[in-house]
């Protein structure tokens, strides 16, 4: 049967205790802002050893209020990889700011210290200086986070970590989302991700004033504690609305399933490299190369993303097609942010950052998903060799 014979590029597991713990809350008092979604925060900021965590309906929703926590607004800039999903840079427009890119390292398709330096050097020149800089864990990957910390404080400017493929990561024995080396880190729980709520995300920090200002803006920016309020006498019913916020909230519904899925977290990213590991071992004679996991990273394994040694863009397009043919579901992470439509229409350019486009032109994500056996892994490096010699 051809469904079965399909491999995705990354699919979720829901458990039986999964399901068990979200038929649970559909017969409780609260399906939503009810304790659920408290737990859910606890047991993230345990895990990824933060002080706070804000759960929010997405990672999307994430990025923005954490933009809008550090006062990002008009006039500013933020800096991104353009190696990343669009949310990342749409988050800076959302807040009326100004977006632009650091091109990447190629070999770990992470954001390069070098080219970052050289622009915050030009930046500064020209007085043009990020307010906020998000590094990208591209693949579960940490980025260099102490150089980028360094830069950080010489140049004055917030550091917010999309974490979104990266929860359960390590960066120099931290846990990514620690917030050691940044202000904000924010996480991603759609179902392609490494833990699901359907959908969802979060934000950690360390610092309890950016943390009271993310529950605000997640809920319309609404305070209901007596100790906020600015009016001289609550009444019983009151309520404040301090600033302008949003309905970013997450459900009890979603947080019973992310509570569920978090316990496995461990388990889940140690699958996740044994699986990497395969396919390395898997690719030794393969025209192709595993982008490299930077010393001091524990990477979450979030994506294997190869590099093929051709580097002409007709190869690449014409391998992709043959393993998508060969019912291999590959995908591209990512199209540069740059080069999409919206982004060239506010002057974006081919030739802006090379790196990202090259690799753009030779990287394909191969399946990766805790369920994917030894077996399938073969057909996939199997097919992949095989479009590789055909190709020539
Ligand atoms: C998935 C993803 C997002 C957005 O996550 P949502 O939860 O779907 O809003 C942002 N950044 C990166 C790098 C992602 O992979």
Known sequence: MMSDDFIPYGKH???????????????SQYLTQGPLVNKFELALTEKVNASYAVAVNSATSALHIACLALNLGPGDWLWTSPITFVATANCAI???????????????????????????????RRNRLP???????????????????????????????????????????????????SNISIFSFHPVKIITTGEGGCVTTNNEELYKRLCLLRSHGITKEPADFLCEKSEPWTYEQHVLGFNYRITDIQTALGLSQIKRLTSIV???????????????????DLLEIPIDVKSSVHLAIIRLHN?????????????????????????????????????FKEGDFPLAESYSKNAISLPLYPELTNLQM?????TLDEAIKNDF
């Open 13 to 27: 597991k829901v458990t039986d205790d999964d399901i068990q713990a979200v038929v649970e809350v559909l017969s």
């Open 94 to 124: 959302y807040c009326g700011a100004k977006v632009d890119f650091v091109d990447i390292d190629a070999s770990t398709g992470l954001m390069s210290i070098e080219a970052l330096r050289i622009k915050l050097e030009d930046a500064k």
């Open 131 to 181: 307010k906020v800089l998000i590094p990208v864990h591209l693949g579960g990957s940490s980025c260099d986070m102490k150089s980028i910390a360094g830069l950080a404080k010489e140049y004055g400017f917030f550091v917010i970590e999309d974490s979104s493929h990266a929860i359960g990561g390590y960066y120099k024995s931290e846990p990514v989302g620690s917030c050691k080396y």
């Open 270 to 288: 140690n699958r996740r490299n044994q699986l990497l590991d395969t396919y390395t071992r898997l690719l030794k004679k393969s025209s192709a």
């Open 311 to 347: 580097k002409s863009p007709e190869h690449h397009r014409r391998v992709f097609s043959f393993l998508r043919s060969e019912k291999i579901g590959v995908q591209l992470h990512y199209i540069p942010v740059h080069l999409q439509p919206y982004y060239k229409g506010i002057g």
């Open 378 to 382: 073969q057909r996939v490096v199997e």
